[in-house]
Each structure stands twice: as C-alpha cells, then as structure tokens.
C-alpha cells in the first residue's frame, strides 16, 4: 500500500508470530537464487495484530533491499522475518505517563505503532506527536494522522517542514519542543526516533528543557544501503 512515491506499507503474514510490542522491529533477509543474501532491519508499523506483521519501508535509490521490496516484491515472494527484535524503546499499553513522540522523516514508523497500539487498547492517555518532514508530499500516514487526531482528543499532532510547507520552515529548536511538548514537571515518556543527527539535538533540547533522560528513549538510524 503506497505512503507517499517513495514509501509502501507492506503486509506479512508470519506463522507462529508470537507478537511484539509498539517500537520494536524486525530483521528482514533476502537471498538470492545464487545464494547470495542481504538483511536490513525494519521498525514494525502497526499495533499487534494477530500473524500478521505491517512494514512501511522508504525506497532507497542504490539500495538493495528496499527497491525490491517497494517494487519488485509480489504476494507470495519469499522472504524470511526475524523477530520481534528490542525492548527498550517500546511502549506498553500499561503505561500511564503522558507520552511524547518525537520522528523524524521515516523515525515515524514505531512511533505509529504506538499511536496505533494506544487505539487498540482503549488507552485514555494523553499523546503529542511531533513529526519532522521534508513537506507536506512526505509525510507518511497522513490520512490516518488526520482521521485519528479529528477523532480522537487525547491525541495531538504538530508538524515540522524542513523544506517547504505551509507556516514557517526550518528544523526543531527548542521553540518547537516547548511548545508542543510536554513540561518536563509532567515526567512524560519521550521518544525520539529518525536519523542520528536528529535524534542527537533533540535529545539535547529535552534535556535542556528539564526532561529526566531516563526518559528520554531513543531510536536513530544511518546509511545502510537500503
């Protein structure tokens, strides 16, 4: 199911899936008719759902796995999935702290899981999403954002565009994180998700702000090679 032109969803359906949790993901292998294999490891989207394990993957021109998987794969195509994988950066439905979820550009994915795990479990506590994006074009689960925050009080979310978009455009400071995050005197859990750089100032900018970093939970990711 297409995101946005360079980012699908992908759904599998994995026998004897013994579940996981919002923010963990998976190690997906690919191998070749000459045997030749490949593994990139992928934050699982959705909330739990059975055997059945939801992928959103963003296509990497020169990469291996990704351009196969958004556009060669078919229904049926092997592939072998290793997980769940992780268990720090996770949320639990049993949680009552407020939460306060950080992404940027594809940092968005467990952080979706999240939001999706608190709807199925009924949770009545209270979410911010900050989302970090190129523009709007890019933002992955926009119809569903946009559903779940018309629907759904207890949910707020707040975009950045770092390149065009309406309102200003440039990247989050700490004006942004005051401003739609939590104060640190709420002891929210915090995660921050996206590329290393990203994750790094804004983790600085929490704890600048007062948060505990011991609350502040992170995920980053760097050139793989797709």
């Known amino acids: 199911m297409p995101e946005t032109p360079r980012v699908s969803s992908l759904f599998f359906s994995v026998p004897n899936w013994p579940g996981h949790l919002a923010g963990q993901h998976v190690d997906v292998r690919l191998t070749a008719p000459d045997g030749y294999s490949t593994q990139r490891s992928y934050s699982i989207a959705a909330a739990p759902d059975g055997e059945r394990v939801e992928l959103t993957i963003q296509r990497v021109p020169d990469g291996e796995v990704s351009p196969y998987l958004t556009g060669v794969y078919a229904v049926g195509d092997p592939v072998e999935i290793r997980g769940p994988v992780g268990g720090w950066f996770v949320w639990r439905p049993a949680d009552t ?22 709807s199925v479990a009924g949770s009545r506590v209270p979410f911010r999403l900050i989302y970090s994006v190129r523009t709007p074009a890019d933002v992955f689960y926009a119809d569903e954002l946009r559903r779940r925050v018309r629907d759904d009080p207890g949910l707020d979310v707040s975009y950045v565009y770092t390149r065009s978009g309406p309102g200003p455009v440039g990247r989050i400071g700490v004006a942004t994180v005051n401003s739609h995050g939590w104060p640190a005197d709420f002891q929210p859990a915090c995660y921050v998700c996206g590329p290393t750089g990203f994750v790094e100032a804004v983790s600085d900018i929490l704890v600048a702000l007062g948060h505990d970093p011991g609350r502040v939970r992170t995920e980053r990711f760097g050139p793989t090679g797709g």
């Open 97 to 118: 702290a407020p939460v306060l979820l950080v992404g940027g550009g594809s940092g968005i994915v467990p952080l979706m899981a999240m939001v999706r795990a608190r």
